[in-house]
């Protein structure tokens, strides 16, 4: 067989299973991205954002605040945004937010925590707020994986974070 042949048999060989790897892995259970899109400094980068409830729209909402600090143009300018996250919902007595996967699933994405004078809201170890705003395009996604999901089960490790792992057992 040619050499050319044989590259193109080994290139299809991997791109295939790179293909069916692709397919085993949906992405995260939940995946809310915000209808609401805004623009924002282009070199602007976060200072500060927060989740709230909007309880007359029963609505999750995430407050963005872009700052132009770091450009050194005098005087620093604040940008601030406001963007929905339809399709959760709040339990209001148990202070945890959920949001339902394409599989019927129930998440938590949220929940109410105590701070000093007040109550926050912030997201559960299981989900996450991606802020986007390549050159001042701003997107807001959620996502979120369920929190039986083998990838949140933390591996041993002693207090300073370090993995102890016992080398028998990995060459057995």
């Not at 399709?87 to 949001?99: I, L, M, N, P, T």
């Not at 809201?121 to 050159?135: K, L, S, Y």
């Not at 929190?147 to 974070?161: C, E, H, R, T, V």
Request: glycine share 8%; net charge negative.
């Amino acid at each position: 067989m040619s050499r050319c042949a044989c590259f193109l048999l080994f290139a299809a060989v991997f791109s295939l299973g790179g293909w069916v790897a692709a397919h085993d892995d949906d992405g995260p259970a939940i995946s809310i991205t915000s209808p609401d899109l805004g623009t924002t400094f282009a070199f602007g980068t976060i200072k500060e954002h927060s989740l709230t409830w909007d309880k007359k729209k029963q609505m999750l909402m995430v407050h963005v605040t872009f700052t132009d600090a770091e450009e050194n143009l005098g005087q620093p300018n604040d940008d601030q945004h406001v963007f929905r996250l339809p399709g959760v919902r709040y339990d209001e007595a148990k202070g945890v937010f959920y949001a339902t996967s394409k599989k019927g699933e129930t998440i938590p994405v949220a929940k109410i925590r105590q701070a000093l004078f007040f109550k926050v809201v912030e997201t559960t170890p299981n989900a996450v707020v991606r802020i986007q705003h390549p050159r001042g395009m701003i997107t807001v996604i959620m996502e979120a994986i369920s929190p039986n999901d083998p990838a949140m089960i933390q591996s041993p490790s002693d207090g300073d974070g370090t993995h102890q792992v016992d080398a028998g057992s990995v060459t057995q």
